[in-house]
């Protein structure tokens, strides 16, 4: 036996699990499962063992063309659990509250729900307006909506595709929006370009949402902010619109001890 599988011997299987998912949350995209057991210093088998088992629970995913295995969705609600714990919305809400006075429109904050948004806090304005469909505790298709597009857009692709995988069309409202994974790979790419993303119409007749990721201390996408208006605003002040919630989103990355994706390591 090596010295480094003699160090490994004595981990309980919990340890090897816990290690296991801790590595698949560190790497930048999916990885083959004889890196993982190389890397964690676990045997094969025991790898492919604990993988199976977290597959099945929705802690990892498997892309069996590539022979990948990437971090799964309940591990990423168990993450962003702990943010809505409190941390995340507390720091939000002030900035919503700030955003929705500079723009004089809707603010929301979001985070992944397994293919869906779920909508955490809404910063309404004091002026009537007509009601938007989303409100606290909604959960929308994620591709429909310009906060769940935000967040997509900076997931790894391969992290995305797994997110809505199981299905050849995708789910529409209103007539609008990307019907199959083509299109919305053609959207995800525009936001990634501009730094945000835009939607109009998908989710409500003649409304429009501009929204920007959040980032945790990794440079992973968790959550995201964005403001709904009405289609009739010029395209001077969706430029504003979209400057105001570009530095909203900064801001609550750096509140939260976040940092966007590339920044440097503190």
């Known amino acids: 036996m090596s010295a480094r599988s003699e160090i490994y011997a004595g981990?309980?299987?919990?340890?090897?699990?816990?290690?296991?998912l801790v590595y698949l949350s560190r790497?930048?995209?999916?990885?083959?499962?004889?890196?993982?057991?190389?890397?964690?210093?676990?045997?094969?088998?025991?790898?492919?063992?604990i993988l199976r088992v977290m597959e099945r629970m929705h802690f990892v995913v498997h892309l069996p063309e590539e022979g990948l295995?990437?971090?799964?969705?309940?591990?990423?609600?168990?993450?962003?659990?702990?943010l809505r714990a409190g941390v995340l919305e507390r720091s939000a809400r002030p900035l919503l509250v700030r955003l929705t006075q500079r723009t004089r429109m809707t603010s929301h904050l979001a985070v992944l729900h397994g293919a869906d948004v779920l909508y955490l806090l809404k910063q309404t304005t004091a002026e009537p307006a007509r009601p938007f469909i989303t409100a606290v505790g909604i959960r929308l298709p994620a591709h429909?909506?310009?906060?769940?597009?935000?967040?997509?857009?900076a997931l790894p692709a391969s992290q995305a595709r797994a997110i809505l995988s199981g299905s050849s069309g995708l789910v529409i409202r209103t007539n609008t929006g990307p019907r199959h994974m083509s299109e919305l790979r053609a959207i995800l790419q525009e936001d990634r370009k501009r730094g945000y993303s835009i939607e109009s119409n998908s989710t409500t007749e003649g409304v429009s949402c501009i929204?920007?990721?959040?980032?945790?201390?990794?440079?992973?996408?968790?959550?995201?902010?964005g403001v709904s208006y009405?289609?009739?605003?010029?395209?001077?002040?969706?430029?504003r619109i979209a400057?105001?919630?570009?530095?909203?989103g900064d801001e609550l990355t750096s509140r939260i001890r976040g940092k966007p994706p590339g920044a440097p390591q503190g």
């Open 243 to 248: 400057r105001h919630v570009q530095e909203t």
């Open 211 to 225: 929204a920007a990721a959040v980032f945790d201390h990794e440079g992973r996408p968790i959550a995201s902010v």
């Open 69 to 82: 295995w990437g971090i799964g969705i309940r591990a990423f609600e168990i993450g962003s659990g702990y």
């Open 230 to 239: 009405h289609r009739d605003v010029a395209p001077a002040g969706v430029e």
């Open 144 to 153: 429909l909506t310009a906060v769940g597009r935000a967040i997509l857009a």
């Open 27 to 49: 790497c930048a995209q999916p990885v083959a499962a004889s890196t993982i057991a190389r890397d964690c210093g676990i045997s094969r088998s025991t790898v492919y063992r």
């Open 11 to 20: 981990e309980k299987p919990t340890e090897r699990t816990l290690k296991i």
